[in-house]
Structure formats: structure tokens, C-alpha cells
């Protein structure tokens, strides 16, 4: 089997490998999975974390528009409302 190949049917993430993907701490991928935040399932004896890749990247596309909508927000003629009812 190519080395493709495997990458091909390799359908979950360590927690390492979603922390690399996501340029983040192995700890802060643990916290938005114990927060339920990032969906995970436990594998084996010792409770592995595996994250699957589409689910990984449904995480991602949340995040971007999450960013997007709080742009927008903050262009937004409310972001004026909100700040004057804070003071």
C-alpha cells in the first residue's frame, strides 16, 4: 500500500494530529473536546481520543463563519447599541 493510500483510509485523528492541523496545544485540543465542543469518541482500553476528519473539518467551517458573523457584527450598526448600553 502507497503511503496515499493509507493517508486515504486513515478516517480519524489522533489528538496530536488535530493539534497540528489546528497550529494549537495538545492540552487545548483536550479542553474543546472535554467541553464538547470538538466531537470526539474514545477508543480502546485506555480511552484513546480520536477525531474524525470530516467532523474536524465541519469544526473548522463552524469557526471561519463563527468569525465572520462577529466581523460583521462589529461593522454592524448594533455593535454601536451594544456598546453604549455596556457603558
Given at each position: 500500500?502507497?503511503?496515499?493510500?493509507?493517508?486515504?483510509?486513515?478516517?480519524?485523528?489522533?489528538?496530536?494530529d488535530?493539534?497540528?492541523?489546528?497550529?494549537?496545544?495538545?492540552?487545548q485540543v483536550?479542553?474543546?473536546?472535554?467541553?464538547?465542543?470538538?466531537?470526539?469518541?474514545r477508543?480502546?482500553?485506555?480511552g484513546?481520543?480520536r477525531?474524525?476528519?470530516?467532523?474536524?473539518?465541519?469544526?473548522i467551517?463552524?469557526?471561519?463563519?463563527?468569525?465572520?458573523?462577529?466581523?460583521?457584527?462589529?461593522q454592524?450598526?448594533?455593535?454601536?447599541?451594544a456598546?453604549?448600553?455596556?457603558?
Open positions: 500500500m502507497h503511503a496515499t493510500d493509507q493517508n486515504t483510509l486513515a478516517r480519524f485523528l489522533t489528538i496530536a488535530t493539534a497540528e492541523v489546528l497550529n494549537v496545544s495538545i492540552s483536550y479542553g474543546l473536546v472535554r467541553s464538547g465542543e470538538l466531537p470526539a469518541i477508543i480502546g482500553l485506555k484513546q481520543w477525531i474524525e476528519k470530516d467532523v474536524l473539518e465541519s469544526f467551517l463552524a469557526k471561519y463563519e463563527e468569525s465572520r458573523r462577529h466581523a460583521l457584527w462589529n454592524s450598526d448594533f455593535a454601536g447599541i456598546e453604549f448600553h455596556e457603558s
